[in-house]
């Protein structure tokens, strides 16, 4: 079946590092990939998504590169801000519209 | 644009009372699902419902029941609480047959048994 896998942290950094957070994916077909983000207390909203293959998805300075040779769908942010402090969860979707797999969650803290 | 409510926001009930969880959207998805969410565990699909009439059971289906009477409303009621279903509690949306579609998700109930 279809698995998601990401790094658990938690991860800290300091405010204006860069951010790498792993996510690889296991899947038949074409799935669709997604990055979501869960502030403090509130429920998940979507960051950004890639529908196929070498497709970069982006929103509010983070980005993701669909990688099918390496099975992998990397966030990363050039420079991170205490607001960027939340969850993120790595998810696919099959290409007929099967239901969501989520990976575990990264919890991020950035420091001032 | 209200998206997808959910009600209550925070429950506490205790053991072996009944209780609904309200999940309404207004986007027109026809697809619908119930998630919880624990520590260290991410998120586990609980049920879901393709359509008005239609529902199924996810991963972790014990305890819960569902129906689809109309395609707004996903209601989920828990028959006889534990302490083993304190939780937060996520609905969400989004289009079916369509793998490019990402989710709506509510803004979460939180539920403790006691």
């Known amino acids: 079946g279809n698995s998601v896998t990401q790094m658990e942290g938690p991860v800290t950094l300091s405010e204006e590092a860069f951010l790498t957070i792993n996510c690889t994916y296991t899947?038949?077909?074409?799935?669709?990939l997604f990055w979501y983000v869960q502030y403090p207390g509130e429920g998940l909203q979507l960051l950004l998504k890639?529908?196929?293959?070498?497709d970069k998805g982006s929103n509010k300075g983070f980005e993701a590169t669909y990688r099918k040779e390496t099975t992998s769908f990397h966030l990363e942010k050039g420079s991170v801000q205490v607001s960027d402090s939340a969850v993120y969860f790595c998810?696919?979707?099959?290409?007929?519209?099967?239901?969501?797999?989520f990976g575990p969650g990264t919890r991020l803290s950035v420091l001032p | 644009n209200a998206g997808v409510t959910q009600t209550p926001k925070f429950q506490v009930l205790k053991t072996g009372q009944s209780m609904t969880l309200q999940c309404a959207q207004d986007?027109?998805?026809?697809?619908m699902s119930w998630y919880r969410q624990d520590p260290g565990m991410g998120l586990r699909l609980i049920h879901y419902?393709?359509?008005?009439?239609?529902?199924d059971q996810g991963e972790v289906p014990n305890g819960y029941n569902v129906s689809r009477s109309t395609t707004e409303d996903f209601p989920l009621r828990l028959l006889s609480a534990a302490p083993s279903q304190t939780s937060v509690y996520f609905c969400?949306?989004?289009?079916?047959?369509?793998?490019?579609?990402?989710?709506?998700f509510g803004s979460g109930t939180r539920l403790t048994v006691v």
């Open positions: 969400a949306s989004s289009r079916p047959w369509d793998g490019t579609h990402g989710y709506t």
């Open positions: 899947a038949t077909g074409y799935p669709s």
């Open positions: 890639a529908t196929k293959a070498d």
């Open positions: 998810a696919l979707r099959g290409n007929y519209g099967q239901n969501f797999v």
């Open positions: 986007m027109n998805h026809e697809y």
């Open positions: 419902s393709v359509g008005a009439g239609i529902t």
